[in-house]
């Protein structure tokens, strides 16, 4: 569920933008995290079998990388709120400026996370992987000093980093100088205002989770192994890399390191699934992030063949076609009508009136009684046009109702 939630993110444009490349790493190693984090407690949810050596050795790796990207990505961040709170431009204009700017957030995002992970790591590797019933593959380090210095260090130096220098001079800039900040931020329109206090509040999210499971899971790390014995500064290399295989660990064998064991296994496991639904609760709802779902979706149901109806009014949803009753007609199309109809009636009636005279008294009688019909429609013909306002002035107030119905 927390790898979905993060690949929406990452599909949305707000984390593509150059400038939040903080976020970007962030969202994109917690995704392959989250995901491996997954197939493990599938694969492994009942037993500590030894296989998919290739998998695991991926996946030990990517777990000390996302160790490491972590902390680096809050440090990104703070740094980049940092020359916003500085009234500095969000998007550097300079071209070596902004070389120099993408050079450190790629070393801090990338290469320092890759080097801990590899030749960093291997320094201390006491397995090639180990195998823990219930939560899968993950990294073995000896135990020593030295492992804590050059793995685990990283989940405290750069939180404090963040905390101690970028912090409080972005908390004291936007306090003194918020009406500066904010005029700053409208007259910016790359991205918009209320995204920066989210990723504000990413930042400092992320430094209140990852601060202090940093700290715990060191002090339980120390706690455990101090059980066993005084920890040593560095076990040495041919300790550390003679029958160098993976370790299978059963949950019996975790629950007998005691409960300082139990415990930094739940923090590692579970860091990054709470980590993952902060950052889709402050940036996979939005206004944006929904938009983006939708056209998503669209795209995907183009290609399989289905068409979605737009939900959008269309502006003749008030217009309706049919049949008009005839006080809906115009007046002139109506008037020139009913005078034409009876004209011709009564030029009919005439005519029957005529051939009456040439037939006798009877037709006579029904001759009088047509001329005294066609004398009264005329009469009401001739009241009904006078009565009425002329056409040109029907027609102009028909169209204003018109326009302003529309």
Known sequence: MAAIMLLLVLLTNFVRQSWNLGIAFLCFWLFLDTLIEGIDAVIWADNADIKLYVFCDIASHLQIIVTVVEPMATLIISRRLYLIANLESVEVVDQAAKRRDLTMEW???????????????????????????????????????LSILLVSSWTVIAPLFSLIIYYPRVARMFYR???????????????????????????????????????????LFVTQKSSVGPPQFYSGWTRDHINWGPVSVSYADIQAGGASSVAVQYFAQWSSPVLAFVVFGLFGVTSEARASYRRIIYAIGGWLGWEPHSCRDSPLDDIEFGERSPQDMSLNLDSQLNYVNHNVRAQVSEQDAESGRRHGGTSEVESSLDNETVEEVRRASSDKVHAEPPPQHRDSYRVELVDASM
């Open 107 to 145: 070393i801090l995002g990338l290469v320092i996370p890759v080097v801990v992970a590899g030749p960093l790591y291997y320094v201390v590797q006491a397995a090639r992987f180990a195998v823990r019933e219930g939560t899968g593959c993950g990294a073995l380090a000896d135990g020593s000093i």
């Open 177 to 219: 100088h918020n009406r500066d900040i904010n005029h700053f931020l409208g007259n910016n329109n790359s991205v918009p205002r209320t995204s920066y206090f989210r990723i504000l509040a990413l930042a400092s999210i992320d430094v209140l989770l990852t601060l202090p499971i940093g700290i715990t899971t060191i002090a």
